[in-house]
């Protein structure tokens, strides 16, 4: 469908799909989520987590919060 480029120098680790499934999360090596759009594959947001590189990531079921896995053992949560 589409071919998503990891911007700069990031590496992606993980993807999520939002439930409404308007759109989806990424992170990567670069510490930042990346919210993309489903209907045209553009990145929407970057956020800084300020966790270091990120490898893994989740969204509630509910849609309100998401959660990464960071190096360390970290877990950020962002709404």
């Known amino acids: 469908l589409a071919r998503i480029t990891p911007p700069g120098r990031a590496h992606f ?3 999520a ?11 990567g090596s670069d510490g930042k989520a990346r919210a993309w759009s489903l209907a045209d594959f553009a990145e929407a947001r970057a956020i800084d987590l300020g966790a270091g590189k990120l490898h893994a990531v989740a969204i509630d079921p509910n849609g309100k919060t ?9 877990v950020v ?3």
């Open 13 to 15: 680790r993980d993807l």
């Open 17 to 27: 799909v939002h439930p409404a499934g308007e759109w989806f999360t990424t992170v």
């Open 66 to 74: 998401g959660a990464a896995g960071a190096d360390g053992g970290a």
């Open 77 to 79: 949560l962002w709404d």
